[in-house]
């Protein structure tokens, strides 16, 4: 930790500068942001995000039923991050799940952060788990950066887990 109290990528927290203070959301965020081993100071960088899509599945035959939306979603939750156990529904990932009549599913999702390594797996990982579910026909997993991730978006269970960590 610097002297002006900030965590930069490699420290080890041990003990917070002002914990009577410090709200538990701002304690989680700060832990999940170095579990992923990411600072939450705000670097000036000219990476582009990676724009990408994944695709699996095949279309449907005519006459076979749709497949319902809660078992798209518990499809999704088969998925997680490699650095963090946690699914990638539950860390917030999932923007948006379009189901088409034909049972197509177009996924549109995101990342921690545009650096992050596993940028081309995980989509796809999502994209085949979804293609497995029974009345699923083709499916695209968009990557999207806007808005932006942030911990807010983890479910309550999520946050809990990450508090056992």
């Known amino acids: 930790m610097t002297e002006d ?12 500068p002002d914990a009577e203070n410090m709200s538990p959301i701002g304690a989680t965020e700060s832990r999940l942001l170095q579990a992923m081993s990411v600072s939450d100071e705000v670097e000036s960088t000219d990476v582009e995000p990676l724009e990408f899509s994944a695709y699996a599945g095949d279309a449907l035959a005519d006459g076979v039923q749709k497949a319902k939306m809660i078992d ?8 997680s991050d490699p650095e963090i156990p946690i699914n990638v529904y539950d860390m917030g990932l ?3 799940i379009d189901q088409q009549d034909n049972g197509d599913i177009y996924i549109e999702m995101t990342l921690t952060a545009p650096t992050c390594p596993i940028a081309g797996v995980l989509p796809q990982q999502v994209a085949d788990a979804v293609a497995l579910t029974e009345g699923v026909g ?3 997993v968009k990557l999207v950066w806007e808005p932006a991730w942030t911990p807010d978006r983890m479910t309550d269970e999520a946050k809990e887990m990450l508090e056992l960590l």
């Open 72 to 79: 798209i979603v518990e499809q999704i939750r088969t998925v």
């Open 138 to 140: 083709k499916v695209e």
């Open 94 to 96: 999932i923007y948006k």
């Open 5 to 16: 109290n900030t965590v930069k990528k490699d420290d080890v927290v041990t003990e917070w």
